[in-house]
């Protein structure tokens, strides 16, 4: 008979300070953006982050349906978040769950502080968010690729949102968790900020931090934010450059 460890067996931090990826407290997974991925969607983006692979698409702003949903001062956002049946290790049930609903209404939330909603009365910017593979923060990768693909669509916006992530392993605080430490840790700090004004727009927490912890936790990911906010600017920079090339390729011609 095979015993199976309990969380207190499981070291996420070695002797040398480093985490069981390699990575140091404060250093990110990997983290590809990729523009303009969908033709037939208005805006769209594609981001891998670390295990993560996340696609968006964005439609509108169009006509609210059904009328009663209609705002006459504003846009409604309405962000889908969605885990493919296929995202996870045991194969997920189809559909919207508890935790898919959650998800989508403060990732619309988060969205609505940044887009100038006001200018596009009774419409709505729909966002879908379809996670095809998940390996801890999702929730952060997809409202990070949805800026992107927001402002793919040209939809004004006072700036783009960024997430991130903290948590607590082994007692220390660490930036960005992948799975195992999302599993095994001990608190789970996610999160979105507007870069520009330095406003949080989205805080979570699952666990337990003291108040130092958590201003610590807050701090990573502030910092963090504006590493991943100069990658969303690089790859929208990346597909315009690249139309411009195809542009100038066609003129020669």
Known sequence: MIELGTQSDIKL?????????????????????????????????????????VLV???????????????????IINARYNMAAFSVDERKRPGPDRRAIEISKVISEALEVAVFTEQF?????????????????TRIAGLTAASVALVDA????????????????????????????????QADLPMAII????????????GNFSREELEQAVELSKKAATYISNLQREALMAKYKSQESEKEGERSE
């Open 195 to 206: 870069p520009r004004t330095d406003e949080i727009v989205l805080l979570q927490m699952d």
């Open 13 to 53: 931090i070695n002797e040398e300070g480093l985490r069981n990826d390699g990575r140091k407290f404060n250093e990110l997974r990997p983290i590809r953006i990729e523009v303009g991925v969908l033709n037939r969607a208005d805006g769209s983006a594609y981001i891998e982050w670390g295990g993560n692979k």
């Open 121 to 137: 009365p009774r419409t709505s910017i729909d966002v879908y968010i379809e996670v095809l593979q998940a390996d801890a923060g």
């Open 57 to 75: 698409a964005v439609y509108g702003p169009r006509e609210a349906f059904p009328k009663h949903t209609q705002n006459p001062s504003r846009a």
């Open 154 to 185: 040209g939809i004004p916006m006072k700036d783009m949102v960024v997430g991130c992530a903290a948590g607590k392993i082994d007692g220390k605080v660490v930036l960005d968790l992948n799975k195992e430490e999302d599993n095994f840790g």
